[in-house]
């Protein structure tokens, strides 16, 4: 999230408050300390459409594919008829893709209906230019164009919904999360606006966003024993191995690989929509290329430098940034959950468990461990998925899909109302919200501030009362951004029906998500690699991983009666609590947080 004092975005040249809102959900959406829930989303309605018709061409191939087919169409259908800007743009086929979903769950897709839906998604697709270029002039009227300011709730929901729609199509375009992040300081520090009007420096910021690729050389320092035979080797296509910098660069490689001294710079020189991407793509390209020569050349030692640099030419100009690939290369698998782990490190563990099942850790341990070292995504995400499986119990004669979804969606369902509870809350504490009198002394609170010192449960009771949520609502009413995630969580949890529905939908988001994943995986095990593998589908997996862990060091913790435990007693103790949960949310109403925890019972 982006942090301004008051007096700096006082200081800012906004008409209204409606760019600051823009600024704050833009942020969020790209945000790594975000939930997922509020990230911008994995694909939008181009890239469902485009992966509709990979999934037809799977099913045609092979019949098995259906599943993958079915479950990408509903998304697609559901996206379309959610997505502000595909609702004018293709409302003429609205109507009739609604059609065709109505033999969506049928045995067997006739041929022509795979031809008609093909037809569909290729209309689709083809107005991706108009598609973007609607997106943009939608968003840009929002937050600058003349409206009714009073009508609060509908301008900041329009905003909302197309800021991430218009970060997801920018994500799935290749720009890099950090990028963009970075491209807010273009609205939020004056001396960017050069002497252009807040009007002129929005279009500014959208037009230098035109999703063009450009050629960027990325420079590595790399350190080796075989200095002679890498003297000798022929790299792939777009690298070339250098034993001196240019004269140009010795400002930029002195800093960037102090007290290094390569033996040699290795030069790749590649298309990417951004530098920050561009260097993550070239570390992948270096990888490739390390890992060739350790496996042919015995003995081979070799070290490329933690960071690297860019140079590269925008629009007449010549740039250098150093870029520090070890940071970025741990954001792809840091997520909130992830943090909590520092609570077991002085949890003596191993006692809790027997031999195999400590054995199953430690391996669990080392290929996360593994994850963190590698640039290749296709690396990280079989790390990832072998340690889900790991957590997961595969002892029925399931698929191994089936085995992971029994149980993961639901309790990452019952945990998510929590996370957004704990998430609004945090946000009041960042915000230095005071707490009104009159909620005090309602709610007999000791604190007068929004912290750490309050816990959910009573925060939890202060926004489902009515009048406690309207007076904080009050208290933040210019903190526009605040008041629309407090107001959006008031209206969640203060419905009892709207709660249960939201932890079915996050379940079914979990579930397709990871049918997604593991067509990745599948894609990467028997084919060599994936090409619709991106960073958000790693940063999800690590974030499902670091769920289970958790589980499963909260439950050896809480466990009284058991001892030398197996992950199959966690793993099938858990998923009885959990179904059991599910069941009887059926019949009562969620009156607070306790209703939504699991127990430990082994």
């Known amino acids: 999230m982006i942090k301004l004092t008051k007096e700096a975005w006082d200081s800012l040249p906004f008409p209204d408050w409606r760019p600051r809102f823009f600024l704050e959900c833009f942020s969020e959406s790209l945000s790594v300390k975000t939930p997922h829930f509020h990230q911008a989303k994995m694909m939008g309605v181009l890239d469902l459409a485009q992966e509709v018709l990979e999934n037809i061409k799977i099913y045609e191939e092979n019949d098995k594919g259906k599943g993958y087919l079915t479950s990408s169409l509903k998304e697609l259908k559901l996206a379309l008829e959610r997505d502000f ?22 045995e067997k897709f006739p041929k022509s209906l795979i031809i008609q839906l093909s037809i569909l998604c ?157 260097s993550i793509r070239a570390s992948e390209e270096i990888e490739s290329e390390i ?71 430690e391996g669990i341990f080392k290929n996360l461990r593994q994850v963190k070292e590698s640039a290749r995504l296709e690396q990280k995400l079989l790390g990832l998925w072998i340690s889900l499986e790991s957590l997961c119990y595969s002892g029925d004669e399931k698929s191994i899909i089936s085995s992971v979804t029994n149980f993961l969606p639901k309790v990452y369902a019952l945990k998510s109302i929590k996370q957004r509870i704990e998430y609004v809350l945090n946000l009041l504490a960042e915000y230095e919200v005071k707490i009104p009198n009159s909620v005090i002394e309602r709610h007999n609170l000791e604190v007068d501030s929004f912290d750490k010192d309050i816990s959910l449960d009573v925060f939890y009771e202060i926004i489902t009362e009515e009048q406690s949520a309207r007076d904080i609502c009050k208290a933040i009413s210019e903190l526009d951004f605040l008041y629309f995630r407090l107001y959006c969580l008031y209206k969640l949890i203060s419905n009892k029906k709207d709660i249960k ?29 994936s090409e619709n593998l991106n960073h958000y589908a790693i940063n999800h997996l690590s974030d499902y991983v670091n769920t289970l862990l958790l589980i499963v060091f909260d439950t050896a913790k809480k466990s009284n009666y058991l001892t030398e435990l197996t992950l199959d007693d966690i793993a099938l103790s858990n998923q009885l609590v959990v179904d059991n949960k599910f069941k009887s949310l059926e019949n009562i109403q969620v009156n607070s947080l306790n209703d939504l925890e699991s127990t430990v019972i082994i």
């Open 85 to 106: 800007v595909s609702n004018e743009i293709f409302r003429d086929i609205l109507e009739v893709f609604g059609d065709c979903a109505k033999n969506f769950n049928s």
């Open 122 to 278: 290729k209309r689709i697709i083809t107005q991706s230019d108009l598609y973007f270029e609607k997106l943009n002039s939608s968003l840009i009227s929002a937050i600058i164009d003349e409206r009714d300011l009073n009508k609060k709730e509908t301008i900041t929901e329009e905003i909302y919904s197309l800021t991430r729609e218009y970060v997801t199509y920018l994500l799935n375009a290749g720009y890099s999360p950090t990028f963009l992040f970075n491209k807010t300081q273009m609205l939020t520090r004056r001396n960017k606006y050069n002497g252009r009007n807040f009007r002129d420096q929005l279009y500014f910021l959208f037009n230098s966003l035109d999703c063009k690729s450009r050629v960027f050389n990325v420079f590595f320092g790399l350190k080796t024993n075989k200095k002679e035979t890498m003297k000798k080797y022929t790299p792939s296509k777009g690298i070339k191995l250098l034993r001196e910098i240019p004269e140009k660069h010795y400002t930029i490689s002195t800093k960037t690989f102090s007290k290094f001294s390569p033996d040699f710079y290795v030069r790749v020189s590649i298309e990417a929509l951004d530098y920050v991407g561009a």
């Open 291 to 361: 890992d060739l020569l350790k496996v042919l050349v015995s003995k081979n030692n070799i070290t490329l430098h933690d960071n690297c640099y860019v140079d590269y030419k925008a629009k007449g100009h010549t740039y250098q940034r150093e870029v520090k690939l070890k940071i970025l290369n741990n954001l792809l698998t840091y997520d909130l959950r992830h943090s909590q782990l520092n609570n077991y490190v002085n949890f003596d563990f191993r006692s809790r468990f027997e031999m195999s099942s400590m054995k199953k850790i």
């Open 501 to 529: 529905k939201r932890i079915g939908y996050t379940r079914e988001d979990i579930e397709k998500q990871l049918y997604r994943i593991y067509q990745n995986r599948n894609n990467i095990v028997h084919v060599g690699f």
